[in-house]
């Protein structure tokens, strides 16, 4: 099965900083790749996602990298906001052709004003 | 945010009884997961169908036991073989083909042994 790791597990910055959050993975087939964001008490919520056959994606100031030769992917936030103050969790499928997710051990981000 | 619902939000038990989580989602989902959050980490995989009347076992299903009589419904039970429950419990779904991975998640059960 997948085996996820996430880092750092705890992140603050000054509003308007970047934040970069980094996962590894490995299972050389995974082929999926999605980043939740979760509030305090809050279920989580797909925030960016992406596929083994694009290397970045991006959505306003939230970009994701996937290096596949590394195993690792990277989860981009620009101009950071308060409202971005949350945990972070990457994840990848728990095994090949199967829809579970192998999640990370999460990132809280402190977003200070 | 809407058409994954779990009830009851807060659970309290007395050891040594079964609970029993509900989990209903309106997305007409094909998969349907129960995670285990505890504070300050990650989510864990309890038990996961794919299709009614089939399921998995996740990393912890011990002392956890599910059922998937209909599509739209995967109750988790907690029994009293689970040697500590308290914790955050989430319910997720996914649709088939290749959107499947995509996970939609619950509002959560958050789950207190006295």
């Known amino acids: 099965g997948e085996n996820v790791e996430q880092h750092p597990s705890t992140l603050s910055v000054q509003e308007g900083d970047s934040a970069v959050i980094k996962c590894t993975y490995s299972d050389s087939a995974s082929n999926y790749f999605p980043w939740y964001k979760q509030e305090l008490g809050k279920r989580p919520q797909l925030i960016i996602d992406?596929?083994?056959?694009?290397g970045e994606k991006k959505d306003q100031r939230i970009a994701v990298t996937l290096n596949k030769t590394a195993k690792h992917f990277s989860l981009h936030i620009t101009e950071t906001q308060p409202e971005d103050s949350a945990v972070y969790f990457c994840?990848?499928?728990?095994?090949?052709?199967?829809?579970?997710?192998?999640f990370g051990s999460g990132t809280r981000l402190q977003v200070q004003p | 945010d809407g058409g994954i619902t779990q009830s009851p939000k807060y659970l309290f038990r007395k050891e040594g009884q079964n609970v029993t989580l509900s989990c209903e989602q309106n997305l007409n989902h094909d998969a349907m997961y129960w995670y285990r959050q505890d504070p300050g980490q990650g989510l864990r995989l309890i038990y996961y169908?794919?299709?009614?009347?089939?399921?998995q076992k996740g990393d912890i299903a011990e002392g956890y036991s599910v059922s998937r009589e209909k599509k739209e419904s995967f109750p988790l039970t907690v029994t009293s073989a689970q040697k500590n429950p308290t914790a955050f419990y989430l319910c997720a779904s996914s649709p088939a083909g290749l959107a499947g991975n995509e996970q939609f998640f619950g509002p959560g059960t958050r789950l207190t042994v006295l």
């Open positions: 992406i596929r083994s056959n694009v």
């Open positions: 169908s794919q299709i009614v009347n089939d399921f």
């Open positions: 994840a990848a499928p728990m095994d090949t052709g199967r829809r579970a997710l192998t």
